[in-house]
């Protein structure tokens, strides 16, 4: 995704890969660069397309390789004095061939190191980047002087050699950073450029941006839906695993939402648009996750620091090796190991360790559904080791079910003619619940009568005249309460709540049902888990991560509810003012992380912070007072702006696999800095004595970024959370 000029959280964009650019990033007129690998890139290929590119690095690296080969094959005879009998004119000629040799290599690949250099030097800032062209440029003037004056040493080899194998080493980490960059350039790709708008009777193909939103848009089989939007007829399967992680097509219809990105099945569908172009889902998605790559978190914040300090020692330590062989009389072996000090002492690989790790899995969350705002949301979900649920819309579904009816005791009815009365009386009603008990009846057969005079008292329950099977009768539902206070007899209400021993509080919701003054039958609803949410729960215990439910419901359904998904601890008639103490005493009685370096180095999940899971509207106190606030169905409304992490699709599996990720990324980190420090450590000893010659630093300097690099994509491929379905069947 390139874009120079772009910015996201205050950062520009790398205008080669489309990663944020750092404090010391390069520049070349109104175009920015993460590193100097993507300004290399860049300078060599301009800005040709696809193909162009790696041919023009093959064709303008390969031209200085053979060239650096050549000198280097030269440079090796007469160092080892196999020419010393052709004559010493010979040998010069020989000097005078390495200088024409190694100029254009200069050329070719120390010229895109210089502006960054001399700027470098203007502001008084000294980068590996910039050592590394001041050590070439360096090894070939004094090289190129002694070859006119006749006399001294010469380094053409090393001057050479040294910017192959570093433009090497860049060019990879380029396409390391362009890698880590793909997931938001595949986002950006979903939405088709074109759409089928149908105005009046026919169908206009047009751009997808153009189209109004209001306008209908018709998506054929196999073609991928342009614009979000409600399907206004048609029924079809759509594949949205790009966008929300989820493999299974969800099957849907008119009335259902769909999104930009996501391709259509084997029905054609007529969408009626709700957002278009930047307002598109997956638009949003790639946005946010600029937004979240762009901003620092404290690790790496950490390792920026640890950098400014340890260039000007590593300058130091060149300076002290050039003053101890000069000391000892050996000047040449001076200027060779100050170089190796410089060149193996390049900070590329700590440079790499924390932003590429947290860019990378940035991306791989997105992949998966799961959007992180932030590396430091990453970094402290990585830390939770208590993680407090809401119930309505977050363990649950958000929807009642009716899970019996019973008769009442001495009630001279069947359960099928009690729910038969309900069902008609609540067939008048919108309430949820009503809708849940009229479903219940439909899943039974039942037939259903009409209603007249229908009258709800909200919070209570409802009265209305039902016509049924050539019957009549006024008939009540609600709560016990509620029947009695209006001349019912519920005496033998008792009855209705105990089936198969089971306590009255067993039952989260009753339903009561009266008619011809007395209380008949107590149907008993619950809000059904979502079916993930056990396996989700088990998970997160399995990773230590305490869980707790707090909700504003009544304590014996959230009791109910929490044994069901297996939770223990379980506070209940909790106001969203109770959720938000409730979640700070959490805070303040977990264990909080040590302040400063210290706990900076350490980054390990130990930290005690809290994660709050909500469904983002009535939570949102909640989200916010927490350590790591995480929105439920993020991908209904992510411009709202709740928590530090949202679900695009409301599975909770994917929340074990989050934390999972979170603590590989800092691993990983934790990996890269201690190789990062333990190799620059060991590698600039054997340079300040001369055990280590400027080629193989290089060398060894490019081994370091390898692994780092290397080390960081593997989280491209951690694996992809379970679906639930998946998961039940490998218990079985």
Request: net charge neutral; proline share 4%.
């Amino acid at each position: 995704m390139k874009g120079g000029a772009e910015m996201a959280g205050g950062r520009a964009l790398c205008h080669h890969c489309g990663l944020p650019v750092g404090p010391l990033g390069y520049q070349h007129e109104e175009r920015r660069f993460c590193c100097c690998g993507c300004y290399l890139a860049w300078r060599i290929v301009g800005e040709q397309g696809q193909a162009g590119p790696l041919a023009g690095i093959l064709a303008r690296l390969g031209v200085a390789a053979v060239l650096a080969m050549n000198v280097m094959m030269i440079s090796l005879l007469l160092y080892s004095d196999a020419l010393a009998g052709i004559g010493r004119e010979a040998t010069e000629v020989f000097r005078w061939v390495l200088l024409g040799l190694s100029a254009p290599v200069l050329v070719i690949l120390g010229w895109p190191f210089m502006p960054g250099a001399g700027r470098d030097l203007a502001r008084g800032a000294v980068r590996m980047d910039s050592l590394i062209a001041l050590g070439a440029l360096a090894s070939f003037g004094v090289s190129a002087v002694h070859v006119i004056q006749h006399r001294g040493h010469i380094y053409f080899d090393t001057a050479t050699m040294l910017l192959v194998l570093v433009t090497l080493g860049k060019l990879l980490e380029a396409s390391a950073r362009v890698e880590a960059s793909r997931a938001l350039q595949d986002l950006v790709k979903l939405r088709p450029a074109r759409a089928r708008v149908i105005r009046g009777n026919d169908d206009f193909e047009v751009p997808a941006e153009q189209v109004a939103v209001g306008e209908q848009v018709r998506v054929r089989p196999g073609e991928q839906t342009p614009v979000d939007g409600v399907i206004v007829s048609g029924v079809s399967s759509v594949q949205e695993a790009a966008l929300t992680g989820e493999f299974a097509p969800r099957v849907c219809g008119p009335g259902d939402r769909v999104f930009g990105g996501s391709v259509n099945g084997e029905g054609e569908l007529v969408i009626e648009a709700t957002a278009v172009g930047e307002g598109t889902l997956v638009d949003r998605v790639a946005r946010l996750v600029q937004q979240a790559q762009a901003q620092r978190a404290p690790a790496e914040r950490l390792a920026d620091r640890a950098a400014s300090i340890f260039v000007p020692l590593v300058v130091l330590a060149a300076a002290g090796a050039m003053g101890y062989w000069l000391w000892r009389g050996d000047g040449a072996r001076g200027g060779m190991s100050a170089l190796a000090v410089l060149v193996v002492a390049c900070p590329c690989a700590l440079g790499l360790a924390t932003p590429l790790a947290v860019c990378v899995a940035i991306g791989r969350a997105a992949r998966a559904g799961v959007l992180v705002r932030s590396g430091e949301a990453l970094e402290r979900l990585s830390q939770v080791t208590s993680m407090i649920f809401d119930k309505t819309g977050t363990l649950t579904e958000g929807r009642p079910v009716m899970q019996e009816i019973a008769c009442c005791q001495g009630a001279a009815c069947g359960e099928d003619k009690a729910l038969s009365w309900l069902a008609s009386l609540e067939s008048a009603s919108e309430h949820v619940m009503a809708k849940s008990i009229v479903a219940a009846a439909g899943e039974r057969g039942l037939v259903l009568g009409r209603v007249k005079g229908f009258r709800a008292f909200p919070g209570e329950g409802a009265s209305g005249r039902v016509e049924l099977n050539g019957a009549a009768r006024q008939v009540w539902a609600g709560t016990l309460a509620f029947l009695s206070r209006h001349g019912m007899d519920t005496g033998g209400a008792a009855g209705g709540r105990q089936t198969e021993g089971a306590e009255a509080s067993s039952c989260p919701t009753e339903v009561f049902v009266g008619w011809e003054g007395r209380v008949r039958a107590r149907a008993c609803l619950s809000d059904a888990p979502r079916p993930e949410a056990a396996e989700a729960v088990r998970q997160l215990r399995q990773a230590g991560v305490a869980v707790m439910m707090l909700s504003g419901d009544r304590r014996a359904a959230a009791e109910d509810l929490a044994r069901r998904v297996g939770i223990g601890d379980v506070k209940a008639e909790r106001d969203p003012v109770a959720k938000v103490a409730e979640v700070r005493g959490q805070r303040e009685r977990g264990r909080r992380r040590a302040a400063g370096l210290l706990a900076a180095l350490r980054m390990t999940h130990g930290g005690g912070l809290v994660a709050v899971v909500g469904d983002g509207i009535n939570d949102a106190p909640a989200l916010a007072e927490a350590d790591v606030g995480i929105a439920m169905g993020g991908g209904t409304d992510l411009a709202r702006e709740v928590g530090q992490i949202a679900l695009l699709r409301d599975d909770l599996l994917r929340l074990p696999w989050a934390v999972r990720l979170a603590r590989r990324t800092y691993r990983v980190i934790r990996q890269n800095l201690a190789w990062a420090f333990g190799y620059n450590l060991a590698a600039i000893a054997l340079a300040f004595f001369g055990y280590l010659h400027p080629l193989v630093a290089a060398l060894a300097m490019l081994g370091s970024s390898l692994f780092v690099l290397h080390n960081s994509l593997r989280l491209a491929r951690e694996e992809r959370p379970e679906p639930v379905g998946r998961v039940v069947e490998q218990e079985a």
